[in-house]
């Protein structure tokens, strides 16, 4: 079984659709009611948790051979600052991840991921990426750009973020 966190954003959603086309095994973790509501149209499964919440990733990970972590902010909002979602979050699954038996471990990151980096954004996912490589589980980290290139086939997510903002459809 497959384990998706973030599976209601832009990513999650493209991976969803190509997993649920090659008949995967998926749950999801949904933080929220709305977001359950959207994963049940998308996944076979859907676990309420937060990677904020240690406890509740026992249930979601349960079972999982692979975590896809997808999960992250890009701007804080409240509780849901850079080093509680994208640092600790991520060790938080780590440690459920591995204590459940999960082999493998992907991530998206974005560009300038350093634990060095005087920008909070970048330090707290360099953060992930120190913790993902020390937790000893095969692990791989890609761009979103590249997650949807490559592994999906699907649009290059600056040509995306450029036409949400009025560009051409064939710009990126």
């Known amino acids: 079984m497959i384990l998706v966190t973030g599976g209601s954003g832009f990513v999650g959603s493209h991976l969803l659709a190509a997993l649920r086309e090659r008949q995967a095994s998926v749950r999801c973790l949904a933080r929220s009611a709305t977001s359950e509501q959207q994963l049940l149209s998308l996944a076979a499964e859907v676990a309420r948790g937060d990677v904020r919440d ?25 509780e849901a600052t850079f080093e509680a979602v994208n640092a600790r979050g ?23 991921a350093d634990p060095d980096s005087p920008h909070p954004l970048a330090r707290s996912q360099g953060l992930a990426q120190e913790a993902i490589r020390a937790s000893g589980m095969e692990h791989r980290s ?31």
């Open 90 to 112: 991520t060790v938080n699954l780590l440690q459920a991840a591995q204590a459940a038996g999960a082999k493998r471990f992907f991530t998206v990151i974005g560009l300038g």
């Open 142 to 172: 890609v761009t979103a750009g590249q997650f949807l290139r490559r592994t999906l086939g699907g649009p290059d997510y600056r040509a995306y973020l450029w036409q949400q903002r009025g560009g051409p459809a064939n710009a990126g």
């Open 54 to 78: 240690s406890d509740s990733l026992v249930r979601a990970t349960e079972g999982a051979e692979t975590v896809i972590h997808l999960a992250a902010v890009n701007r804080e909002r409240h």
